[in-house]
C-alpha cells in the first residue's frame, strides 16, 4: 500500500516528483470499448513539492501529458499535479485498499530539458504498439503478450510512407455484424476492380 497517498485528501490536487524508468501496459474495460490495452508509465521515488517522501513507486496513465514530452528516458523527473483516490486491487477475499494518483496534469520534465526528444504516437493503438516495442524483449522473456495489431499500428505511425495504401490503423466505425478480415478482403477486392 502507497501510504503516502493515503494520507491525502481526495478532493485536493497536490504536486509530485517522479523519477521515469519504464513503459508498460495494463488491460483495461469500458462499455464502449470493451478489453483494450491502456499505455502506464512507471515513476519511482515520488516526492511532494515539498520534498516529502510519497511512495517508492506508482504506475500512472500514460496521457497526452505524458506524451507531449517526447520520448522519455530512464532517470528523467517528472513533476505533475494530481488528485489521488483508493481502489481495491487482488481478488476474493485477498482484495486490499491500495491508492493511486490519477486527473494527472501540468507535466513536465524537471530535468534533461535542453535535450530534444523524439516524438511517440498520441493515438492509443499506435502508442501501445510503441511500448511494446520498447519493450518487446523484456516482455518476450517474461512471456507478455506482444500484439502485432499494435506493434504494426506503431510501425504505421513511424513510416506512414510505407503503408499509403494500406488500410488505417483507426478503427473502424463498422456496425455491420460482419466479420472484420471478411469487410477488409471485400474493400480489397473492391479497390482491386475499381483499378482495372
Known amino acids: ?16 516528483v517522479g523519477k521515469f524508468t519504464r513503459l508498460g501496459y495494463a488491460e483495461a474495460y469500458n ?19 515539498q520534498g516529502n517522501f510519497i511512495t517508492d513507486h506508482a504506475w500512472v496513465n500514460y496521457t497526452e501529458k505524458f506524451v ?24 476474493g477475499i485477498n482484495k486490499v485498499t491500495d491508492y493511486e494518483m490519477i486527473d494527472i496534469d501540468n507535466v513536465q520534465r524537471k530535468n534533461n530539458q535542453d535535450q530534444s ?5 498520441l493515438e492509443n493503438k499506435p502508442l501501445v504498439g510503441y ?8 516482455y518476450e522473456k517474461a512471456q507478455r503478450n506482444v500484439d502485432e495489431e ?4 506503431y510501425d504505421q505511425w513511424l513510416h506512414p510512407d510505407d503503408y499509403s495504401d494500406a488500410t488505417s490503423y483507426e478503427d473502424d466505425d463498422d456496425d455491420s455484424g460482419l466479420d472484420p478480415d471478411l469487410l477488409a478482403k471485400l474493400k480489397q477486392f473492391s479497390d482491386d476492380n475499381l483499378k482495372k
Open 131 to 138: 511500448v511494446m516495442e520498447r519493450n518487446r524483449a523484456f
Open 68 to 91: 507531449q514530452l517526447g520520448e522519455l528516458q530512464d532517470g528523467d523527473l517528472i513533476q505533475f499535479t494530481a488528485q489521488v483516490r483508493s481502489y481495491k486491487k487482488g481478488a
Open 1 to 16: 500500500m502507497r501510504n503516502g497517498l493515503k494520507d491525502l485528501a481526495a478532493d485536493k490536487r497536490y504536486s509530485f
Open 31 to 49: 462499455d464502449e470499448d470493451g478489453y483494450y490495452y491502456q499505455p502506464t508509465i512507471l515513476l519511482l521515488d515520488i516526492h511532494d513539492d
Open 150 to 153: 499494435y506493434t504494426q499500428a
Open 117 to 121: 526528444r523524439s516524438e511517440v504516437p
